[in-house]
């Protein structure tokens, strides 16, 4: 806020009382009215945000002693656009520009500025317009919610298929006992070393300046002369609630889902902060996972490998599919059925690939016992390593 906004404002008006009010009836006049238009109970609401500044900004000079003296006294110096020059600078008003005057003196007054105040009239309420270097503006800032990090654990249908699970979280939010003011009169005033910001500025050096956050009212822009004992005049408390979030089909374990404006509140009419929920995957007992594919390992007796045939195969959640075994197939192959995978992010599905391992059996009939000599001695000449140890030679 410039010097001149300052001087122009009428903070009486602002909190509806006489020029003659008491302590306590500015401070009740100012409660009344920042319950009424505090952002918490305003929220989505730009206009009662920027009247809350207005009462928080009045407060904090009338509700201030030496702020009130200091601008009772400037309102009478240029309240009416005139000034009263001191010794020495003749009688009578005249007329001047405030912007001439507050920024280093009126020009043609000698090296004691305007009506011979050294440096310019704003040193004179210096202390009231510009304290520990901080902006001068008094307008509190909103301020966005922190983000929360929770896990779930989804079994492996859910992750594939989707699903809503209810997330009991615990974060801050604005303190029910004292409506998110920080004081338990609900009467906070702006903060004066950062005059409402939240930040300061400290330098760098090379004429650079940085911002941090203002160390006495830890950038909240406000304090409680009055700390509310819930939450020690910091207007956020811990607050639980229990939320249903949609995760999606196809999420992997150990993913990290972001979900926008799902996390703690903010304050002043602040934004939300985000909701980071890392998903962990059961595993299943048969299906396995790679990229947007699932997997499965089907047993299949050497006579079918052999001499080829056709398979049922399970599928996840719906009804199996039947593979052909083409004669000859090898231990290990693995083929794809179409479109029975985990569901990709544009809607559509992987595949299932499906491995083929041959079934040797433990037990044996005499019959298939009887069968299985007679082929070993049908295929006596034939050696599946001969190939092996020729390769191995040749290296």
């Known amino acids: 806020m ?6 122009e404002k009428d903070f009486y008006k602002v909190l509806g009382v006489p020029k003659d009010a008491t302590e306590a009836e500015i401070k009740k006049a100012y409660r009344k009215l920042a319950r009424e238009f505090h952002p918490d109970a305003n929220k989505g609401n730009a206009k009662a945000e920027e009247r809350f500044k207005e009462i928080s900004e009045a407060n904090d000079v009338l509700g201030d002693a030496k702020k009130r003296k200091e601008y ?3 309102r009478a110096l240029f309240g009416s656009g005139g000034f009263r020059p001191g010794p020495g ?4 008003n005249f007329n001047f ?3 001439d005057l507050f920024g280093g003196g009126a020009q043609g007054q000698g090296a004691g500025g305007a009506g011979g105040f050294g440096g310019g009239i704003g040193d004179v309420f210096g202390g009231l317009f510009n304290r520990g270097g901080a902006s001068t503006g008094t307008r509190t800032q909103p301020r966005r919610g922190q983000d929360i990090d929770t896990e779930v654990t989804l079994s492996f249908t859910e992750a594939v298929d989707g699903a809503t699970v209810p997330l009991r979280m615990t974060s801050q939010a604005a303190c029910k006992a004292c409506s998110g003011t920080g004081d338990k009169n609900g009467t906070p005033r702006v903060c004066p070393t950062c005059v409402g910001t939240g930040q ?3 330098g760098s050096g090379g004429g650079f300046s940085l911002t941090d956050p203002c160390p006495d009212c830890k950038g909240r822009g406000l304090i409680a002369e009055h700390p509310c004992m819930e939450c020690q005049g910091s207007g956020r408390a811990k607050s639980s609630r229990t939320m249903q979030v949609r995760i999606p089909a196809g999420v992997s374990d150990n993913q990290r889902i972001r979900l926008r404006g799902k996390g703690a509140p903010g304050e002043r009419g602040g934004p939300a902060g985000d909701l980071y929920v890392t998903v962990h995957v059961d595993a299943h007992p048969v299906f396995g996972r790679k990229d947007d594919n699932l997997t499965v390992t089907v047993p299949v007796t050497f006579s079918e490998a052999a001499l080829g045939g056709e398979v049922k195969v399970p599928t996840l959640g719906g009804p199996p599919v039947t593979l052909k075994l083409p004669p000859g197939t090898p231990n290990g192959r693995t083929m794809r059925a179409r479109g029975r995978g985990a569901v990709r992010k544009d809607g559509t599905r992987g595949d299932l690939l499906v491995t083929v391992e041959v079934a040797v059996p433990q037990d044996l009939s005499d019959k298939a016992r009887d069968a299985l000599e007679a082929y070993r001695e049908a295929t006596a000449g034939e050696d599946p390593r001969t190939e092996l ?3 191995a030679k040749g290296a």
């Not at 410039?2 to 001087?7: G, H, L, V, Y």
């Not at 600078?89 to 009578?92: P, Q, S």
Request: net charge negative.
């Open 2 to 7: 410039s010097t001149k906004d300052f001087i």
């Open 72 to 74: 009772d006294e400037a």
């Open 89 to 92: 600078a003749g009688g009578g």
């Open 97 to 99: 520009d405030l912007g």
């Open 200 to 202: 300061v500025a400290r």
């Open 389 to 391: 140890f020729q390769a």
